[in-house]
């Protein structure tokens, strides 16, 4: 096993949680909302001939900020990103960004690409590049709604619906309703009302990216976010790389994810 090691970083409005792992070239693996936890299997894999970073993204779970009000962007993600590679100091970093975590790596490759070897952006949402962003983003503000007004499990079933994932009933009841984590349920409510829109409204400026490999998983045909990951790779000129499982590929099967990973690494 490698060693672990958890820390703290203070940055602008916020003290930022991280974890590392391992020894060797430096692999950052980057959600939004999704925590270091959601990495856990993944990086314990990389950490063998890597030195692996993982973190809460500000607001979230451990990263607790001052202002519970202000918006998480992808920008001032981007920074807290920028401000953690450079307090480790062991850059330039491969990137793997997933949804959320994908846009933020997204936003550092245009504003710090000397921090970056190479961004591995897993199915952004980048609803600005679909041609039917003005129905999305008036849907995206429909389901935050929906969910601020207390309806919980329907704002998750307009959100799969919006997103594309074919999600049985039962499988929302037992993930969304019923008795849940506090934490959880607080995390889930700032990236519903702090993050979702901002995240979505997001437009890359692909002049200003290079050494950029875009990541699709392979049974995510047809969802939101393998449209955006298409359309974003048609902007850049290349090729989009398909990755094993869907859109959390690298939770539900870690080592087949790795694998594939490994090829870009």
């Not at 952004?124 to 309806?151: K, M, Q, S, W």
């Not at 919006?162 to 309703?177: S, V, Y």
Request: net charge negative.
């Amino acid at each position: 096993m490698s060693t672990l090691t958890m820390q703290t970083l203070d940055v602008p409005g916020a003290r930022l949680h991280y974890e590392v792992r391992g020894e060797g070239p430096l692999v950052a693996l980057v959600g939004a909302p999704m925590d270091a936890a959601a990495f856990e299997p993944l990086a314990d894999l990389l950490a063998i001939d890597h030195t692996v970073l993982t973190t809460d993204p500000r607001g979230i779970n451990r990263s607790p900020v001052h202002d519970r009000e202000e918006d998480s962007t992808p920008d001032l993600r981007a920074d807290d990103l920028s401000r953690l590679l450079a307090h480790l100091n062991a850059g330039p970093a491969v990137v793997l960004g997933s949804s959320g975590g994908a846009v933020t790596a997204l936003a550092l490759a245009q504003t710090c690409p000397e921090q970056i070897a190479t961004v591995i952006a897993h199915e952004p949402p980048l609803v600005e590049l679909l041609p039917d962003r003005a129905d999305l983003h008036a849907g995206t503000e429909d389901i935050i709604a929906t969910y601020l007004g207390g309806d919980v499990l329907a704002a998750w079933r307009k959100f799969m619906v919006q997103a594309n994932i074919d999600l049985p009933e039962e499988a929302i009841e037992a993930m969304f309703g019923g008795e849940r984590d506090p934490q959880t349920v607080m995390d889930e409510r700032r990236w519903f009302e702090h993050e979702l829109r901002e995240t979505t409204h997001w437009r890359p400026d692909p002049d200003r990216m290079t050494r950029i490999i875009v990541a699709i998983g392979e049974d995510s045909a047809g969802q939101i976010c393998d449209r955006a990951s298409r359309a974003l790779a048609s902007a850049l000129g290349i090729e989009p790389a398909m990755f094993p499982g869907g859109h959390t590929g690298f939770v539900d099967d870690p080592a087949r994810f790795a694998a594939r990973l490994r090829d870009f690494l």
